[in-house]
């Protein structure tokens, strides 16, 4: 568990106890009234006093994300920044008010289902959230990032289950982030970081967790889930698990400029090596495009290495299946070295990718991708309904193209994201933004874990009825005393300027 902000480098840190846990969670829960209970505005300032705190710390948390992640100093400072950016949006999010969707109707007696009494709508905190981070995003998507981000927005205390790839990050991580919200004000048992794999199962089973936000692999999401549910009084399981982003070109795409659709795929897969949750795993080109020059350039790729041991054994097991299944040919072998892993490419073809959908269009994480060529567009739309669901899909394709609606239309129903004529590995923190979709890229496909709606997950809808004004919330007084968006009688009621 996370205890002085004062900590000292340890090579192993211990796994937190049962009992510590349960002091940790009991202590989130005693919290959480108080927590939710703030104004919007002084979380927000909250939130500001984190992203500043990180931001002064990066001299000490970019080198221990380096050593633990093997990543680049640019990529970790990019990425602490667009974790700080993130906090300080939510912040902007809290003030703005509309997250709360407030809906106030008061008493009609002529309305025209009966008489109606005055109700009063808006969302409140879930309680604690446990988070278990990412090992592929040590800042963006850990200790500090998007779950926590949002979760803390929107009023509910955050565990974190540090990470295995990157503790001793995790552990100086959540000690800024402590600190920076004990000096703010915020409530004793707002925060903490507990350590261990038997202690991420219990913390999921534990009566105080009210919901819990998860980033990493299909079979170690989909356990944990399960877990959630199978409580006697099962709670939101929030997981990101695995896609394969695929990628569609049309004819007239591939006719108009092939040469740079195959470069911008190569960056894409081979970006942060082949690491990203939205790699295109798979690219569907027409029968005939010329592969050779996308051939030479990923044999020219230089290494790069992968984050840990186990995510090396499991790319290394994931290639193998691919590379031995008949259907497929080995264009770039790729494989480990001094400096990391080379990029690999395989080819197949549309018909393979419908005929054994379940073993090519799976996930493989890290730098390996396939190309599949296809003898007719209407293959695309069958590859497409064969997909499962997806974080990302793309469509690379000409004004007018004829298969284009009919393609965005399936792509649409699986996944969260569609792309035109671009490449899913960027993934903006925007209020537009969905990363999420249908099983198995998350677990729940009503919500994002990137963006400003990813609040919303950690919210639930209360109405109050006939309640006296002095009893309810600020939020749906009259009067408007937070100056908040409120839809009054159905009209949308702006806020004062």
Known sequence: MLGDPDVTDSTAIPDTTEAELDRVLT???????????????????????VADALDAAADDLVPIARAESRLPEARCRGELARTTFQLRLFADVLDEGSYLEVAVDTADPGWGMGPRPDVRRMLVPLGPVVVFGASNFPFAFSTAG????????????????????????????GAV?????????????????????????????????????????IPGGRALHDLAAS?????????????????????????????????????????????????????????????????????????AP?????????????????????????????????????????RTDAAALLAHGEALLGECFGPTSLVAGYSDEEQLVAVAQRLQGQLTATVHAEPGDPVAARLLAVLTERAGRVLWNGWPTGVSVTHAMTHGGPYPATTSVLHTSVGTTAIRRFLRPVSYQSVPQELLPEAVRDGNPLNLPRRVNGVLDPPRS
């Open 231 to 303: 409580r006697a009084e099962p709670i939101p399981f929030y997981g990101e698990l695995g896609s394969v982003n695929p990628v569609f070109v049309t004819r007239a795409a591939a006719a108009a400029r092939a040469a740079e659709i195959l470069g911008g795929y190569l960056d894409s897969f081979t970006l942060g090596a082949g690491q990203f949750c939205t790699k295109p795993g798979v690219l569907l080109v027409p029968e005939g495009t010329r592969l050779d020059g996308l051939v030479a350039q990923t044999a020219e790729r230089a290494a």
């Open 306 to 346: 992968l984050l840990n041991d186990r995510v090396t054994t499991g790319h290394a097991a994931r290639l193998a299946e691919l590379a031995d299944h008949p259907a497929t040919e080995v264009l770039v072998r790729g494989g480990a070295g001094a400096d990391g892993w080379t990029p690999a490419l395989l």
């Open 146 to 173: 998007g779950d926590t981000a949002s979760a803390l927005a929107a009023g509910c205390p955050v565990v974190v289950k540090g990470h295995p790839g990157h503790p001793r990050l995790a552990e100086r991580t």
């Open 27 to 49: 202590a989130a829960a005693a919290a959480a009234p108080a927590f939710g209970a703030l104004r919007p505005g002084e979380r927000g300032a909250m939130l500001r006093a």
């Open 177 to 217: 982030v402590a600190r920076a919200l004990r000096a703010a004000g915020a409530p004793d048992g707002v925060f903490a970081v507990v350590f261990g794999e038997e202690t991420g199962r219990r913390a999921v089973l534990h009566p105080r967790t009210a919901a819990v936000g998860f980033t990493g692999s």
